[in-house]
């Protein structure tokens, strides 16, 4: 591997102008998630089975994995002329592990001010279709948004987009979905693209105008349905403000036939398909999702043996997010029977005011294993590698590779890398770098 070729002076010396951030890490206690081949995502048996180094380095320039190897061999490598040079940050991550940084595949961090409100109703006993009959849940969050402006959703979304990167967050994807009118979904759409200008993470904007009915269209859905195909659907398509497009495909919320409609429509608006599927019932999303070859279909408490057959040889990540489910009490996805049937498996957050206030991945880690069952090697591929096939990023991030963005995590002094899901509720994370920064 050449580096800076064509960028050296005579001497050997790099000049200044061209120095870009080179970063040297060095006794790596375990670099994790090694990936050389690239592979797009990581499923069954395989899952099991966590590629690393031991007592490695790690060397970082324009902001992409330039290379990395043991420290033994350290000494005979080219890297061993950044060692100690100006314009070089050298870390010594003496008992600390190096791993990729979380892709989140499935967020909805757009939203005004929060609802725990309705979460002291949800404690005195009230169910979630309880509080959104009292004009709770998601109308309520589409409600607040109606009047909030672009700056204040954007400094809120910036908040959270900052806490998740200091836990370990280096990619997010961001539904729309709180609007339910063009106009609406249409301001939180460029609130995100603004997100996209203003943070380092690598950001996916998702559009779910099909997220819940707004009251108005009570009696007529249909008549929203309609509206989100021939309004909102090429609106959005116009701006690009979306990369994406999803529904809540559940009982009480979009049917079959209408998520088909939906999809079919933004797919030849060049959407591709991510849905929100089988969390409340067997709503048959898992199905309409493969047969549209979403990117993903998630939640996923209700899958069954015709939900793992109709995923199996499909293109779709099955993504579940344990922090939904932990806060709404719900049943738990059978993630070990689709890893043990040979499927993949995601890991998001979903963080959002009403379901998941949460955007922790490092607890999403720990959920996966107490209540998922899933093991240490396996939720680390949930929320890396096959959380960045998820939202379309796997191949720029989710492993330790040469050329791929450099957003890593050192992570504190720890024993063994199940002591991230193990220890769960306190934060691992001691640095994150994103594109090559710290
Ligand atoms: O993913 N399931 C649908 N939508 C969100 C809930 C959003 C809310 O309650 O505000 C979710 O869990
Ligand atoms: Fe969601």
């Known amino acids: ?21 080179k970063i040297l890490i060095r006794n790596i206690k375990a670099l994790l998630q090694i990936d050389e081949q690239k592979r797009p995502l990581v499923a069954g048996k395989d899952m099991s089975e966590l590629p690393l180094l031991e007592n490695a380095f790690l ?33 010594d991550a003496a008992g600390k592990m190096v791993m990729p940084a979380f892709c989140d595949s499935h967020t909805h961090i757009v939203y005004d001010g929060s609802r725990e409100i309705e979460y002291i109703d949800k404690i005195r006993g009230l169910s979630y279709e309880e509080i959104a009959k009292r004009g709770g849940g998601i109308l309520n969050s589409a409600k607040r948004m109606q009047d909030a402006s ?16 200091r836990l370990g967050t280096g990619a997010v994807e961001i539904k729309s979905g709180y609007g339910l009118t063009t106009e ?29 009915v707004p009251a108005e269209y009570k009696k007529r859905q249909g008549d929203y349905v309609d509206k989100i195909i021939e309004e909102m659907i ?20 979009f049917t079959v036939e209408e998520t088909d409609r939906i999809l079919m429509a933004g797919m030849k608006h060049g959407l591709k398909p991510k849905l ?21 279909v998630d939640h996923l408490e209700f899958t069954g043996d015709d939900e793992i057959k109709a995923l199996k040889g499909s293109d779709t990540m099955p993504t579940l997010l344990p922090g939904a489910a932990f806060f709404l009490e719900m049943i738990w996805p059978p993630a070990r029977k689709m890893i043990d049937s040979g499927l993949p498996v995601a ?27 899933m093991l240490p090697e396996e939720v680390i591929h949930a929320v890396t590698q096959n959380g960045a096939y998820a939202m379309g990023v796997h191949d720029e991030l989710g492993s330790i590779a040469i050329g791929k963005k450099a957003n890593l995590i050192i992570t504190k002094k720890i024993p063994t890398y199940a002591f991230m899901p193990y220890a769960y509720g306190s934060n691992k994370v001691e640095q994150v770098i994103i594109n090559g920064k710290l």
């Open 150 to 165: 672009e700056l204040q959703l954007v400094e809120q979304a910036m908040e959270r987009l900052e806490e998740i990167r």
């Open 184 to 212: 609406t979904e249409m301001k939180m759409l460029r609130v995100i693209r603004k997100l996209k200008e203003l943070s380092p993470l690598t950001i996916k904007a998702t559009f779910l105008g099909a997220h819940a």
């Open 234 to 253: 090429p609106m959005v398509a116009g701006e690009e403000l979306a990369d994406f497009i999803d529904v809540f495909c559940d009982k009480g919320f």
């Open 276 to 296: 929100h599927a089988n969390e409340l019932d067997y709503s048959g999303g898992i199905q309409v999702g493969v047969k549209y070859d979403a990117l993903s």
């Open 347 to 373: 890991m998001a957050s979903d963080y959002n005011p009403g379901s998941s206030p949460s955007g922790n991945m490092q607890f999403v880690m720990s959920l996966g294993s107490v209540k998922m069952k």
């Open 1 to 21: 591997m050449t580096l800076f070729s064509g960028q050296q002076a005579c001497d050997g010396t790099i000049p200044k102008r061209m120095q870009t951030m």
């Open 59 to 91: 060397f970082i320039d324009e902001g992409v994995i330039k290379g990395y190897g043991s420290m033994n061999d350290f000494a005979e490598t080219e890297f061993v002329r950044f060692s100690g040079r100006d314009g070089v940050h050298e870390i």
